[in-house]
T-cell receptor, first 112, second 115 residues
């Protein structure tokens, strides 16, 4: 079965630190890749997505992600985090346009 | 635009009781989805509806039924609730007719506890 792995369960950073959250997925044919974020008390919302083209994708709020096909990875990065980035981050993979799988999520805590 | 709305926000059931979770979207989206979110497991797709009048099973459909009442509404029914169905349930919608490549927009979730 297809699966998506997020390596870090909980990440704690100080403001201005750099962030990288890992996401790996199992092979399964055509994939489309997403990062969603859930701020405390809010809905899940899309941060960024990759369908094709430039493997370095830029999203909202200064986030970016790089699709490395050979490593089956789609890691999320931000050069300098803010306290307001405290949230839970979910990597998601759409396999073959009809099978959406989410990772378990990474909780990010940013200390002011 | 309210986006995707879900009712109720919280619900406590006893084992064997039934209930229906309601979801509505006002974005004229074609596809709608039901997920459950459990600690340490991320979101798992229960059922989806690629268009009005169609529904398909997702990863974990057992114990659930769905109805796409019209283009706006997609309900999830638990006929005989079990403690294993204690979870947070999210409804989502997307414009494309099918899961496809489109961004999904999520509702606020329903926290269900089955005793």
């Amino acid at each position: 079965a297809q699966s998506v792995s997020q390596h870090n369960h909980h990440v704690i950073l100080s403001e201005a630190a750099s962030l990288e959250l890992g996401c790996n997925y199992s092979y399964g044919g055509t994939v489309n890749l997403f990062w969603y974020v859930q701020y405390p008390g809010q809905h899940l919302q899309l941060l960024l997505k990759y369908f094709s083209g430039d493997p370095l994708v830029k999203g909202i709020k200064g986030f970016e992600a790089e699709f490395i096909k050979s490593k089956f990875s789609f890691n999320l990065r931000k050069p300098s985090v803010q306290w307001s980035d405290t949230a839970e981050y979910f990597c998601a993979v759409m396999y073959n346009n009809n099978d959406m799988r989410f990772g378990a999520g990474t909780r990010l805590t940013v200390k002011p | 635009n309210a986006g995707v709305t879900q009712t109720p926000k919280f619900q406590v059931l006893k084992t064997g009781q039934s209930m229906t979770l309601q979801c509505a979207q006002d974005m004229n989206h074609n596809s709608m989805y039901w997920y459950r979110q459990d600690p340490g497991m991320g979101l798992r797709l229960i059922y989806y509806s690629a268009s009005e009048g169609t529904t398909d099973k997702g990863e974990v459909p057992n114990g659930y039924n769905v109805s796409r009442l019209n283009k706006r509404e997609f309900s999830l029914r638990l006929e005989s609730a079990a403690p294993s169905q204690t979870s947070v349930y999210f409804c989502a919608s997307s414009f494309s007719p099918g899961p496809g490549t489109d961004t999904q927009y999520f509702g606020p979730g329903t926290r269900l506890t089955v005793l």
